[in-house]
C-alpha cells in the first residue's frame, strides 16, 4: 500500500508565504500525476494543483500566479510553494497520487492544516 507522508503548513499571515512537501513510500515515477487538493470547512475538497510526468501543471483558476507545484520523481516527492497567502487559503491540504489506468488508484496523505490569519 502506498503512503503519503506530508510535512510543511501551519499559521501564517495574510500575505505571507508556506511551503508544503509530500513524500510517497514508491517512486514518483510509477505516478501517473501528483498533485494538491485542500478542503475548507463546509465545503468540498477540491484540486489547487497537479503535475503530471510530462508537461505543464495545473493550477486552480484561484491560486494561479501564487502557487507553484514541483515534483521529483527520483525523490518521490510533490512540493507546493504558497505566496501572497489570502484568508481564503484556509484549509486542510491533501498530498494525492494517481497511478494506473482507468479505473485509476488514488493515493492520499492524512492532510495538513493551513490557516492564513492576522
Known amino acids: 500500500q502506498v503512503q503519503l507522508v506530508e510535512s510543511g503548513g501551519g499559521l501564517v499571515q495574510p500575505g505571507g508565504s508556506l511551503g508544503l512537501s509530500c513524500r510517497a513510500s514508491e517512486s514518483g515515477f510509477s505516478f501517473n500525476t501528483m498533485a494538491w487538493y485542500r478542503q475548507s470547512p463546509g465545503k468540498q475538497r477540491e484540486l489547487v494543483a497537479a503535475k503530471g510526468r510530462y508537461g505543464s501543471p495545473n493550477y486552480a483558476d484561484s491560486v494561479k500566479g501564487r502557487f507553484t507545484i514541483s515534483r521529483d520523481n527520483p525523490k518521490n516527492t510533490v512540493s507546493l510553494q504558497m505566496n501572497s497567502l489570502k484568508p481564503e487559503d484556509t484549509a486542510v491540504y491533501y498530498c494525492?497520487?494517481?497511478?494506473?489506468?482507468?479505473?485509476?488508484?488514488?493515493?492520499w496523505g492524512q492532510g495538513t492544516q493551513v490557516t492564513v490569519s492576522s
Open positions: 494525492n497520487a494517481q497511478s494506473g489506468t482507468s479505473p485509476y488508484t488514488n493515493y
